[in-house]
């Protein structure tokens, strides 16, 4: 079974820092990868996806995530964060064509403004 | 596009009573997600749906735990009955395919006291 691991629990950041949050993925076979956004108080929306191609991904509100075989990783990174992208995290792998996602632990960013 | 619709947003209960959760998926998606969230346990997986068969159950606490989905367009979960450690957040979550990205409802805050 395939599992995921997301190795900050909680980040602390001031608005214009660079944002890198780690994802690593346990699994052999053909995978697609997820990032989801928790806001506060809210449901989990989808940021980016990954599917195949550019292993260079880019979602919404600038949020970027590089695919990197090799090391089974899929990180988030965002430049120059915002107070409003105060949120918890999920990363998610679904394998192809298979049923349910796995989700990590999530990390909760907090930025200070 | 509703959305996914879950009800009610939020349930207070006794320890013993019985509590059933909704969901109405996104019209079309055929695969539906039952999760649970807490602060300890962070996002499990439930059971999920494919063309309205439960495909797999393994996440399903115990059998105080049921899920049903009559129908394309509805699915419940029912405990019966409940203890105050189901209290968590309860997200239902749609699909259009396998591989496709989830698209979570608001969630139900189940609090059994």
């Known amino acids: 079974a395939q599992s995921v691991s997301q190795h900050n629990h909680h980040v602390i950041l001031s608005e214009a820092a660079s944002l890198e949050l780690g994802c690593n993925y346990s699994?052999?076979?053909?995978?697609?990868l997820f990032w989801y956004v928790q806001y506060p108080g809210q449901h989990l929306q989808l940021l980016l996806k990954y599917f195949s191609g550019d292993p260079l991904v880019k979602g919404i509100k600038g949020f970027e995530a590089e695919f990197i075989k090799s090391k089974f990783s899929f990180n988030l990174r965002k430049p120059s964060v915002q107070w409003s992208d105060t949120a918890e995290y999920f990363c998610a792998v679904r394998v192809t064509n298979a049923g349910k996602s796995t989700f990590g632990d999530g990390t909760t960013l907090t930025v200070k403004p | 596009d509703a959305g996914v619709i879950q009800s009610p947003r939020h349930e207070v209960t006794e320890m013993g009573q019985e509590v059933t959760l909704r969901c109405k998926p996104i019209s079309g998606h055929n695969s539906l997600f039952w999760y649970r969230q807490t602060m300890m346990r962070g996002l499990e997986l439930l059971i999920y749906f494919n063309n309205n068969v439960p495909i797999d159950d393994s996440g399903m606490p115990e059998d105080r735990f049921s899920a049903k989905m009559p129908n394309a367009s509805f699915s419940t979960l029912k405990i019966q009955p409940s203890e105050p450690r189901d209290s968590a957040v309860y997200f239902c979550?749609?699909?259009?395919?396998?591989?496709?990205?989830?698209?979570f409802g608001n969630g139900t805050r189940l609090t059994v006291t």
């Open positions: 979550a749609s699909s259009l395919a396998a591989a496709a990205p989830l698209h």
């Open positions: 699994y052999g076979g053909t995978v697609n």
